[in-house]
Nanobody
Framework: QVQLVESGGGLVQPGGSLRLSCAAS????????MSWYRQAPGQQREWIAT????????NYADSVKGRFTVSRDNAKNVAYLQMSSLKSEDTAVYYC?????WGQGTQVTVSS
């Protein structure tokens, strides 16, 4: 059973940065797309970014384009989401996904 574990969330001021990590337990990590989603209170879960298996191609939702960067280290089985210029509307629980497996989520709160 594949497991994904997110970390790196926390409280940050508007305009600040955070880097989230998603550690995968499976040996297929380097052959699969990895995606990040987020869910704000009372909102549906929203896709925000995807990276292809080698990291050569990435795609972003308009809401985060230019501020967030997705990357991965296949040698470590870890995907990252670097978040910059954070806004209060980025407050949400952030999840990573590999095929049908989801992590447990990590809370990001942007507030002064």
């Amino acid at each position: 059973q594949v497991q994904l574990v997110e970390s790196g969330g926390g409280l940050v001021q508007p305009g600040g940065s955070l880097r989230l990590s998603c550690a995968a337990s499976d040996s297929s990590f380097g052959t699969l797309n990895m995606s990040w989603y987020r869910q704000a209170p009372g909102q549906q879960r929203e896709w925000i970014a995807t990276t292809t298996p080698t990291g050569a191609f990435t795609n972003y939702a308009d809401s985060v384009k230019g501020r967030f960067t997705v990357s991965r280290d296949n040698a470590k089985n870890v995907a990252y989401l670097q978040m910059s210029s954070l806004k209060s509307e980025d407050t949400a629980v952030y999840y990573c996904r590999e095929r049908t497996t989801w992590g447990q989520g990590t809370q990001v709160t942007v507030s002064s």
